[in-house]
């Protein structure tokens, strides 16, 4: 009883910003590393039940690298990534596709399901909705060259078809999308997945997109995590970059807030998301956590 009682007092302090957010989608980039832990796994999936429950649309693009790499190394395959992508030739796509789509997106939806909310995973093929085109890297040389590096079967989204997506949200499910794109002649290509959802987030016009990694948020020092970045401008992402303080993983993290910004998405955070209800954190309440994004 008076557990309920403490819960159904949190549930009137979050009264205000429920009737914020109520109707608004927000896009929630669930990536590897947070992926990991069991108990973070039902935290953030029961966080993303609770925003259905109380109106608002989630919607889940995940990733799932560790276990991409753990499959590749089974076979025998190392892995190796230019600017934070997957070098992915024919057989690593292979790979990639039947890890994500194949177990990464139904063990999600089994998840949410169990929970009780209701799910239905898609992957950007599913009603057309990621095409894409053969992406090329910009990489520097030790030399200081920049080059253009041939990183196989990586794709850059060429066209976001969302109708799929909206049709699942206005029938009351969470979409729970895999990152895996269809070229022009039908060949599958590997997406980043912090990319496909600031992508599906411009699409489906979001308020908001949320990218949960495995750091407080974007540091200034990547040794010292009380140098957290609270707010960021996009003025100030390239020359981040060019100095080297922001790169590896990051980097397509902050790119994707980038495209979800010009593409008219209210706000854009990268949260923790070791810290079990970081979404409900940033959501519900006025100081918010990790580090936002903004034009
Ligand atoms: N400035 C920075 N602040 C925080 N992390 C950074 C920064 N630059 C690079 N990184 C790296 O980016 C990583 C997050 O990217 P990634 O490992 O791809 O995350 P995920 O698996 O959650 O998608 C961090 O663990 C950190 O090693
Ligand atoms: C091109 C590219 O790098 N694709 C990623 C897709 C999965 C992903 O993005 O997973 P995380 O969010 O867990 O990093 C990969 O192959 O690892």
Redesign the pocket.
């Known amino acids: 009883m008076l557990k309920a009682l403490e819960r159904a007092s949190v549930l009137v302090e979050a009264l205000p910003y429920i009737k914020k957010f109520y109707g608004k989608t927000v896009v929630i ?1 669930y ?5 990991i832990n069991p108990e973070l796994k039902e935290a953030v999936l029961t966080d993303a039940v609770l925003m259905k429950y109380v109106g608002m649309n989630p919607v889940i693009v995940h ?1 799932g ?2 276990e991409i790499t753990g499959m590749l190394k089974r076979v025998g395959k190392e892995s190796r990534f230019v600017g ?1 992508l997957r070098v992915t030739d024919a057989e690593t796509m292979e790979i990639v596709e039947m890890v994500l789509v194949g177990k990464i997106n139904k063990e999600i939806v089994t998840r949410i399901n169990r929970i009780g909310g209701r799910a239905v995973g898609l992957s950007g093929k599913d009603g057309d909705l990621f095409q894409a085109v053969k992406k090329y890297r910009k990489v520097r040389t030790p030399d200081g060259r920049d080059e253009v590096a041939d990183i196989g079967f990586v794709g850059d989204i060429s066209r976001v078809n969302s109708g799929i997506v909206s049709i699942v949200i206005n029938e009351g499910y969470i979409p729970v999308v895999a990152p895996v794109a269809v070229g022009a002649e039908g060949q599958s290509y590997n997406i980043n ?2 990319y496909a959802a600031g992508r599906l987030a411009a699409a489906l016009g979001a308020d908001k997109l949320v ?12 040794n010292d995590p009380a140098s957290i ?1 609270s707010v960021l401008h996009l003025n100030e992402v390239a020359s ?1 970059i060019e100095q080297g ?9 902050v790119e994707c807030c980038t495209d979800a910004l010009a593409g008219g998405v209210n706000t854009t955070h990268i949260l923790d ?1 070791r810290v079990p209800h970081s979404i409900l954190l940033e959501l519900f309440t006025d100081q918010g956590i990790g580090t936002m994004v903004q034009k």
């Open positions: 980039k990536g590897g590393h947070a992926m990733g690298g560790p934070g997945a912090d990218i949960l990694t495995d750091v407080e948020g974007i540091l200034a020092d990547r970045i981040l303080k922001i790169d590896g993983g990051m980097i397509p993290k998301g």
